[in-house]
């Protein structure tokens, strides 16, 4: 039922005939803000995840001021209100580590404060989930305004120019630069070269990713995940944001009513189209459990096998994201699968998706493939299974090198990061390039916060060699910039007794992509043997978020979602005293 001014949750703290809601009203107009603004207009939370060590982020304080404009423009009253920043290169260990923190900042700042709606101002991989988990729990009609991605960038080496973006370069060029065929002076240059413009990461990482799976979820406005942070579309996007939320209120436009398992199944084709980060698989589940939607990871691969990826995107493809706009972005991608896709959805403009993409033709099919013609032959996602991975385990097959994707090897295990690093350094290091490297204790208990430990570095003796892939597992997760054939995410993780912990130098573990199988070839007796024999790592943290953390995180296949922050049990709305 649409709103009245009567209805509206601001009311609460502003309105009543008390010295409570005076003191409201003095205070606020102790800024500036008119009585009459706060008793006529609806107020609009603007959670913005900017900060001076997040360059993701970098712009989202000009764009508040866009996002403002908007509201006023729609007859609404904007407040700013900062929340954690989470850039994901600065902040350590991890910030899967502050996801949930993020999300419940964001669910309690809405709930405390009085606002009837939101804006969320957010991109880089982190803050767009944990923006979204926070204001689906809270329930207020809500509007996902995305960072957008930097600008692409050019290097010249040898006189050819070449293309040049966040992540998956840096990756590349550091395997080069160890193999010798990158100098000190190129290494140098290159870190002024790959990240040229304010925004989130140009590949097909987990930045993007989000923001294209929260498109699809009909959480954006048509288009939006695509612009470039640095384009004067991306600032008028940012202004119809605010008009757009304030006309939300009056439609009581929910996430409740455009989050369905329809919704969720058209985000899982989205990133199976693009080639999207691993990542996304943690996240969309913990999205979907917070909506009250069952999503599992055999849902994901269902979708995986029907849909190939079709965006020629680093790090499955050759191109950024900054092609992607101009071969018309997420909307022209979403057509050429439309056949896949739940056409009905209600979005946030309050049409279906199917309106909102219609017309939205690709541009350039170099970038935005057809169907019959997809980037590879591995799909995005493979949801492996077996004795190493009960509840299941994630690989890019796309960013995979094919000859990997049946192999048998004998593992080399490092039980934590600075071991493996070390190991990896050491040139006289037991290990070709059939050997299965194997690190453990990087889950969400373990290490703890899963970090993006999975992409293991090739061992120095092989990049000198010329390897460039190998296999690799873990229950930490991968960096969506990155690429190789390796397993992440291996569920239940080895710190809470999970198999990879029973892994042992020289056991030899068996993958198999199209069978979707991952298995340890050790007979049974013997790894209950190894069990008993098996003790728990002692790294348990005595406070802090960390602690609640460690205590109450969920497993990979589940979300890594606190356990008592999912499900749909309301927000209670405060006391006003
Ligand atoms: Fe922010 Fe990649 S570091 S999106």
């Known amino acids: 039922m649409p709103k009245s001014l009567h209805d509206l949750r601001s009311r609460r703290w502003f309105a009543a005939a008390d010295m409570r809601a005076f003191s409201h009203r003095q205070r606020m107009q102790q800024m500036g803000v ?45 407040f700013e209100l900062p929340a954690l920043s989470l850039g994901e290169v600065m902040v350590k260990p ?104 304010a925004g989130t990461c140009n590949t097909m990482g987990t930045a993007s990713t989000m923001t294209s799976i929260t498109e699809a979820l009909g959480l954006t406005l048509p288009g939006a995940s695509s612009i470039p942070a640095m384009d004067s579309a991306h600032t008028r996007m940012a202004t119809t944001c605010g008009e757009r939320i304030v006309q939300m209120i009056w439609e009581d436009l929910t996430p409740a009513r455009i989050l369905t398992r329809g919704s969720f199944m058209n985000a899982a084709a989205v990133q199976m189209a ?29 979708v995986a096998r029907r849909i190939p990826v079709i965006a020629n995107l680093f790090p499955s493809g050759d191109r950024l994201m900054e092609d992607f706009y101009y071969a018309g972005g997420l909307p022209a991608l979403m057509n050429v699968i439309a056949a896949e896709l739940s056409l009905g959805e209600m979005t946030v403009t309050g049409a279906s998706l199917g309106a ?18 997809p980037v590879g032959s591995g799909a995005a996602l493979a949801v492996l299974r077996g004795n190493l991975a009960p509840h299941g385990a994630v690989m890019k097959a796309s960013a995979a090198n094919p000859k990997f994707h049946k192999h048998r090897g004998p593992a080399l295990v490092f039980d934590n990061q600075p071991q493996m690093l070390r190991a990896m350094a ?19 208990v373990g290490a703890p916060g899963m970090p993006e430990w999975g992409n293991l570095p090739i061992p120095k003796k092989l990049l ?7 296999v690799r597992v873990s229950d930490a997760r991968m960096s969506g910039t990155h690429y190789g054939s390796c397993v992440l995410h291996v569920s239940p993780e080895s710190a809470v007794g999970g198999p990879l912990a029973l892994v042992q130098n020289g056991d030899i573990i068996a ?19 190894r069990r008993a024999a098996w003790v728990a790592p002692n790294r348990r943290f005595a406070r802090g978020f960390t602690r609640l953390y460690q205590e109450h995180v969920t497993q990979a296949h589940e979300g890594c979602d606190l356990d008592f922050l999912q499900g749909t049990q309301a927000t209670p709305e405060p006391e006003i005293y």
């Open 94 to 197: 991890t910030t899967m580590l502050y996801r949930n923190l993020l999300a419940m900042e964001v669910e309690e700042l809405l709930r405390s404060h009085p606002v009837d709606g939101a804006v969320l101002l957010a991109g880089c991989d982190k803050t767009t989930p944990g923006t979204l988990m926070g204001a689906i729990s809270m329930g207020l009609p809500t509007i996902f305004c995305p960072a957008g991605p930097m600008l692409n960038d050019r290097y010249l080496k040898g006189g050819q120019a070449q293309t040049v973006g966040a992540g998956t370069h840096t990756r590349m060029f550091w395997d080069e630069y160890q193999a010798g065929r990158v100098n000190e002076a190129e290494w140098v240059q290159l870190e002024s070269r790959m990240t040229r413009s």
């Open 511 to 529: 993958l198999d992509i199209e069978a979707r199988s991952l298995e340890l070839l050790v007979d049974a007796a013997e790894l209950a043997r």
């Open 274 to 302: 693009l080639g999207g980060s691993t990542n996304a698989a943690v996240h969309i589940i913990a999205l979907a459990r917070r909506a009250g939607i069952e999503l599992t990871l055999a849902d994901l691969d269902t």
């Open 464 to 470: 000198l060699q010329g390897v460039r892939d190998m």
């Open 426 to 444: 050491d040139l006289k290091l037991e290990a070709d390039e059939n050997t299965v490297l194997v690190l453990r204790n990087a889950g969400p």
């Open 356 to 373: 909102n993409i219609l017309g939205r033709d690709v541009l350039d099919a170099q970038v935005i493939r057809p169907l019959q013609d």
């Open 34 to 78: 008119r009585r009459e603004d706060l008793l006529g207009r609806p107020a609009i939370a603007i959670i913005n995840t900017w900060s001076d060590l997040s360059p993701c982020h970098a712009h989202l304080r000009e764009r508040a001021e866009a996002v403002k404009r908007g509201v006023l423009i729609a007859g609404g009253l904007p």
